[in-house]
Each structure stands twice: as C-alpha cells, then as structure tokens.
C-alpha cells in the first residue's frame, strides 16, 4: 500500500491521555465521596459559579426573554429536523413476537429508560445546537426523567440560547455545573435525587473521559470528545471549499483533528496552501484553537488509489467525513467506519452540526469503528421474552435438560425435569447423553 504523509500529525488520540484519566478518577472519586459540596466547590475552582445549581423556571423564562426572535426561530428549525429524524430512526426498530416452532412464542419489547443525563458542552464556544441532540432525542424515545447539564458562562449562569433550547427540547431538570462536576452529579444522583441510568452528549476530553469511567455504573451513548473531521477529496474538488471546510472544524479547539484523504497532489498542494490565510483569517480565539488543532494534529494522507484511500480512512474512522469526490455512489458502497457522512460539495459538516436533521453526537477516537452517533435507540432497552404452551415445553425442556448434563450444569437440567414430570405423569424422557463426548 503506498500511503504518502503529505502532512502527518504529532499528536494523536492518546496525547496526555495519562494525565486525564488521572484528573478525572481523583475528581469522580472525591465527588462520589463527599456529594454535592465537592461538586460545588469544583464548579467555583474551575468555572467561578457559586449560584444555585439547579436552575429556576424564573431563570429560563428570564433567558427566553433575551433571546431574539430570529434565534428562536433557527432553533425551532434545528429542533423540528432533530426530532422528526429521531422519530424516524425510532420507528426503524419495533416490537415483535415471533413463533419459533409450534407453541414456543419469543418476542422484543423496547422500554425507554427512567432518567437521562445530557451533557451540553459550553466552555469555549454556547453550544445550542447540542441541547436540542441530546434532550430532544431522549424525549422521542420516552425517557421519563430528562436532566441536563451545562457550563456556567457568567454571573448569570448558562447562556440564555442553551437554557432555552434545553427548555424547548424538553428538559425536566436542568443543572448548572459543567466538566466532571456536571457529568458526576447527573451519575451519581446529585441535586435531582434521580441518578441517570445513561450519561450521552459532547465534551471536552476531561468530560468524554468522566463518562467512560463511568459506564457500567450506567450506559453511556459513547465516546464522544474533541471533533474529528476527515475530507476524502479528488482532482474534481474544489480547494478552497476543502480548506475551508477542514478549517471550519479546527476551530473547535487546540485537540481537534482534522484529515484531508486524497489521490491528488494538485489538491493537496492547492489545499495546504490556503489553509494558513484561512485560519488567520478568524477572529482570535477560533484562529488560535484552529491554528494549534491544524499544526499538531492536520494531517494530509496522498495514496495511490481510491481504495487505499478507502482503506485508510475506515482507519481513522472518523467522526464526520465529507466526499467530495466524482463517482459519489462508488464511496458511499464502500466505506464502513465513519460517525455521519457528508455526501459531496453541497452539504458540509457544520450543516449537520448545527440544524439539517441527523444527530451530531458522534464517535471520536475511533469509536465509528463499532458504534454509530446518538440515536433513540441509545435510550431504549432492546429487551425479548418468551412464552410457550406445554406442548412446546416437551421438546425444548428435554433439549435443555440434555445440554445442561453436557455442561455439567445439573441445577439447569433439572429445571426441565421437573416441568416434564409435572406436565407428563408416567412418560419416559431421555435426558442424560450416556456417550463420552
Ligand atoms: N463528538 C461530538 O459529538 C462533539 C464534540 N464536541 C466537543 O466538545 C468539546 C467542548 O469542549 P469545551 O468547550 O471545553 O466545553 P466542555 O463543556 O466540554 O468542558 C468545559 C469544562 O471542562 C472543565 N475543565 C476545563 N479544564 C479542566 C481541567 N484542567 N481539569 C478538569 N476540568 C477541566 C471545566 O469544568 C469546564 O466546565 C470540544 O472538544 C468539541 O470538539 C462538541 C460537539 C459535538
Ligand atoms: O463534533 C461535533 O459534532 C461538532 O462539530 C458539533 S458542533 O459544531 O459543536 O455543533
Ligand atoms: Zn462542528
């Protein structure tokens, strides 16, 4: 496979990933211990809030007040997509009974989950859009408690658009506390007294790690840290929408990936030459979070052929990846591992991230490999059971006596004696294999 490293990253996924994992099992674990004071006292260390947690229905109607109306309206845009693409993935799956063989029923029942935890991310940019991901996806699934949870941005708490489209969105209760202090106390029950049975929603790593500590303990949608973007791109490509696009999510932050896969040198040449003007071109903050993400961690990938290339960015597995390609159909048959895919130059990632419908919590680090972005589904338990009359118990209690003496499991095998006994008085059934196995 000849892959040529245009550009190659110094960084990557597991870059400080030690220190991280450390911060934040001593935060879970002091939280676990001492409850809310230590959750609070970390929200005044870290993001200078010692207001109230919980937040009031004054508070959210005073934040609806600030929020222009044209606002409003592009929320409700984004919310309606969100939730009509939710009810359609929802509806994508159902409730079944099936017969396996005569008399013996087995069915899939799906049952929402009492209490979400929906982190909103809101250190470095007023993430609205992410509200309306999480809360409004966990609605449609019927999740009977829906707690959010997001940054603290000023004296006056959340930023007023993220109240309000964690209100719009369905929000029960919603907690002022961001970063491992937010994730803990949805986790752990605090202020709410109901802990989440699933963390979901973005985060910065100390939060996309706080959540995988967590799991087990309760479900977590997935690994969803810093934005990846990931560009497949041929000669037909034009280089300034590339650029402009990889740049885009840069700016994210000084840990967010972004990769151009190609088979053109001519597009790689014309590419990483704009890419310097176009991040000076920002305003300060996003320039410098987009000029550190792109130095340590932008990568430029030439291979030889469409399928290396294809090969290569399954790898990578991107959390959102762009085609901007000819022969579109060929790509889209033929990559596997991405969270959300952008199917050529007239849609671009921020369209998903901010209001055309499908979820923009996705996997990061890998996680596209075996898991795709925040779905109902996420927040339903895909649960069976079975049912049968006593005919069927005659062959299936025999078959299970039998496998279980296989096993050595006479516990199990007796299960199905007994039930045979009771149902067929004075029959003979063969239920031990005498040949060696
Ligand atoms: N994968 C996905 O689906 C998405 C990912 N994102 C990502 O979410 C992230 C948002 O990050 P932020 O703006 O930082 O907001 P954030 O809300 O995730 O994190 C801010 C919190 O981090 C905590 N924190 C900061 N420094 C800390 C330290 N040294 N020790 C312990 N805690 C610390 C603070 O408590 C603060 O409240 C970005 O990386 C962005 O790329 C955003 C949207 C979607
Ligand atoms: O990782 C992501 O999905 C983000 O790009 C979403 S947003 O741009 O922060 O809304
Ligand atoms: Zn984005």
Redesign the pocket.
């Known amino acids: 496979m000849a892959i040529d490293y245009y550009k190659k990253a110094e960084k990557n996924a597991s870059t400080g990933y030690d220190q991280t994992q450390e911060?934040?099992s001593r935060?879970l674990a002091e939280i676990e211990a001492d409850g809310e004071a230590k959750a609070k006292e970390?929200?005044q260390k870290?993001?200078g809030w010692e207001g109230d947690v919980v937040v009031s229905r004054e508070q959210i109607e005073a934040a609806k007040a600030k929020v222009p109306e044209q606002l409003k309206a592009d929320i409700q845009f984004a919310y309606e997509r969100v939730s009509r693409f939710a009810a359609a993935q929802r509806d994508s799956i159902r409730e079944f009974e099936t017969e396996l063989s005569p008399g013996l029923f087995a069915g899939q029942k799906l049952i929402p989950m009492e209490t979400a935890g929906c982190?909103?991310?809101?250190?470095?940019?007023a993430?609205i859009a992410?509200a309306i991901m999480s809360v409004a996806t966990a609605r449609t699934a019927g999740v009977k408690n829906v707690i959010a949870c997001?940054?603290p941005r000023d004296e006056n708490g959340i930023h007023p658009a993220i109240l309000y489209a964690m209100d719009l969105a369905g929000a029960d209760t919603i907690l002022q506390m961001?970063?491992?202090?937010?994730i803990a106390s949805m986790a752990f029950g605090l202020f709410t007294g109901k802990p989440a049975d699933i963390l979901v929603g973005?985060?910065?790593?100390?939060?996309a790690e706080a959540k995988r500590q967590l799991f087990g303990r309760c479900g977590i949608d997935m690994f969803?840290?810093?934005?990846e973007i990931g560009i497949i791109a041929d000669d037909s490509a034009d280089p300034h929408i590339v650029a402009t696009d990889l740049v885009g999510q840069a700016e994210?932050?000084p840990?967010?990936p972004a990769w151009l896969f190609t088979t053109s040198r001519a597009l790689a040449d014309a590419v990483s030459e704009r890419i310097p003007g176009l991040i000076a071109d920002l305003p300060e903050t996003q320039s410098k979070a987009a000029d550190a993400a792109w130095r340590d961690y932008g990568e430029i990938v030439i291979c030889d052929s469409r399928e290396e290339v294809v090969e290569v960015s399954d790898r990578y597995a991107s959390?959102h990846l762009e085609l901007q390609v000819e022969d579109l159909d060929w790509w889209v048959a033929k990559l596997t591992s991405y969270?959300s895919l952008f199917v050529g130059e007239e849609t671009t990632v921020a369209f998903g991230?901010k209001c055309s419908g499908t979820n923009?919590?996705?996997?990061?680090k890998g996680a596209a490999r075996y898991t795709g972005?925040l779905c109902a589904q996420k927040f339903l338990k895909i649960v069976t059971y079975q049912r049968q009359s006593r005919e069927a118990t005659r062959d299936v209690a025999a078959t299970t006596a039998r496998l279980s003496r296989c096993e050595g499991m006479e516990g199990h095998a007796r299960t199905g004696d007994v039930r045979l006994a009771k149902y067929y008085p004075g029959e003979h059934f063969d239920l031990v294999i005498d040949e060696e196995v």
């Open positions: 911060i934040v935060m970390y929200c870290l993001d982190y909103v991310p809101g250190g470095r940019y993430h992410s997001s940054v961001g970063g491992v202090q937010g973005p985060g910065n790593r100390f939060v969803a840290g810093p934005t994210h932050g840990d967010s959390e969270g991230d923009h919590i996705l996997p990061t972005g």
